[in-house]
């Protein structure tokens, strides 16, 4: 990339300006050359910085500039002898060429985060983090191949007819399986979405077993509460007088305790 101003002697100024203020670029020059540009995306690691690629087809000329390792490696193993677009589109196929494997492997490990969320006998703030951090790689992934598909579904449209039959057809293919990889990242964030909501669902039903049971806490203190309210009343009762009131009082506060506890023990309510 610090070779990218020997650009300017083939687009023009506003061409040049437009590769680095949009994210990506597919543009059919006057002269019948093509200028892609997008940022790279290594979906093995996406939360890695992106790096720019940029490519200016024209004739038996292609530039190709960027400093992502992968990428230049890819297009040096084209042969250097074939027609640009051609190497261009073998460029995209090979780009492309597994990443569904890897897509695979994401979904893979999603379903094992499902797994641990249903498992954990309690709430586990390290899932959360994972969900999270899923979402973002996702999201990045999901840009990325918005790109690719914007830019291959322009080359297999093939606006001014410069691109032979043949090519444009590899560039159709290629095009369909980008929408593939980026209808398979958008699938991968509605699931994603759905061991969210399982997860929030767990959390959920932790917090209605605390609630259960210190409602049924208070329901079985609740009538030892009226009877020393009752008792703590300053009148002179009947009760106070008798020789058996203290044991009978004992004896009715524990078996409310004990009735409560059966019958909520029957309702499974604990």
């Known amino acids: 990339m610090n070779d990218i101003e020997t650009l300017k002697e083939h ?12 994210r990506h670029l597919c543009a059919l020059l006057a002269d019948g050359a093509y200028l892609v540009s997008f940022r790279f995306c290594d979906i093995t690691d996406p939360m890695q910085k992106d790096e720019r690629v940029v490519a200016w087809c024209a004739g038996e000329n292609l530039l190709f500039y960027t400093d992502c390792r992968r990428c230049r490696d890819l297009i040096e193993a084209t042969d250097e002898n074939a027609a640009p677009l051609l190497q261009l589109s073998v460029f995209f196929q090979a780009l492309t060429g597994n990443d569904v494997y890897t897509l695979e492997k994401i979904e893979n490990s999603i379903t094992e985060l499902e797994d641990r969320i249903l498992m954990d006998a309690h ?3 390290d899932r959360s983090n994972e969900i999270i951090s ?23 449209d093939n606006e001014g ?11 159709a293919v290629v095009d369909r399986r980008a929408d593939y990889l980026l209808n398979f990242v958008l699938h991968l964030r509605e699931y994603t979405t759905q061991v ?3 997860y929030q669902a767990q959390i959920d039903i932790e917090q209605n077993q605390i609630m259960k049971f210190f409602t049924v806490i208070t329901t079985v203190f609740l009538p030892l509460t009226l009877i020393v309210g009752w008792y703590g009343m300053n009148f002179r009762m009947p009760e106070y007088e008798w020789e058996w009131g203290y044991a009978t009082v004992i004896a009715l506060s524990v078996f409310i305790v004990v009735a409560s506890i059966v019958i909520f023990k029957k ?4």
Do not use: C, G, H
């Open 11 to 22: 687009v023009s100024t506003d061409v040049y300006a437009r590769v680095f203020a949009n």
């Open 123 to 125: 709430m586990n703030a």
């Open 134 to 156: 899923l979402r973002r790689e996702l999201l990045k992934m999901k840009r990325y191949y918005e790109q690719l598909s914007l830019i291959l579904s322009e080359l297999a």
């Open 161 to 171: 007819e410069f691109i032979p039959p043949e090519l444009q057809k590899r560039f």
């Open 196 to 198: 969210r909501e399982a």
């Open 267 to 270: 309702k499974k309510w604990f």
